[in-house]
């Protein structure tokens, strides 16, 4: 059984920082591409960034520059730091797991930033 386990969200002030982490178990992690997507209410879900095996990186251009994807795959866990958080990055996040073919999902942290 995957399980996938958000923690880290909460409201902060525009400017500020949060940084989300997502414990995975029952999974090939180190092998596995690990995502955050987000969305908000009336909102596609997107992706804000992914980060490959070989540790290789990709950003939602909304976010270039300001959040950091990382992965430590000692403890199965992916980070996504969040810095210089704007309003509009006020969303749910999903931490996503990619071992091969198939989807897992984290059941979602609130991040909501006020301005």
């Known amino acids: 059984q995957v399980q996938l386990v958000e923690s880290g969200g909460g409201l902060v002030q525009a400017g500020g920082s949060l940084r989300l982490s997502c414990a995975a178990s029952?999974?090939?992690?180190?092998?596995?591409?690990m995502g955050w997507y987000r969305q908000a209410p009336g909102k596609q879900r997107e992706l804000v960034a992914s980060?490959?095996?070989?540790?290789?990186?990709n950003y939602a251009d909304s976010v270039k520059g300001r959040f950091t994807i990382s992965r430590d795959n000692a403890k199965n866990t992916v980070y996504l730091q969040m810095n210089s958080l704007k309003p509009e990055d006020t969303a749910v996040y999903y931490c996503?797991?990619?071992?091969?073919?198939?989807?897992?999902w984290g059941q979602g942290t609130q991040v909501t930033v006020s301005s």
């Open positions: 980060i490959t095996s070989d540790v290789r990186t």
């Open positions: 029952g999974v090939l992690f180190s092998v596995s591409v």
């Open positions: 996503n797991c990619k071992p091969w073919a198939r989807d897992y």
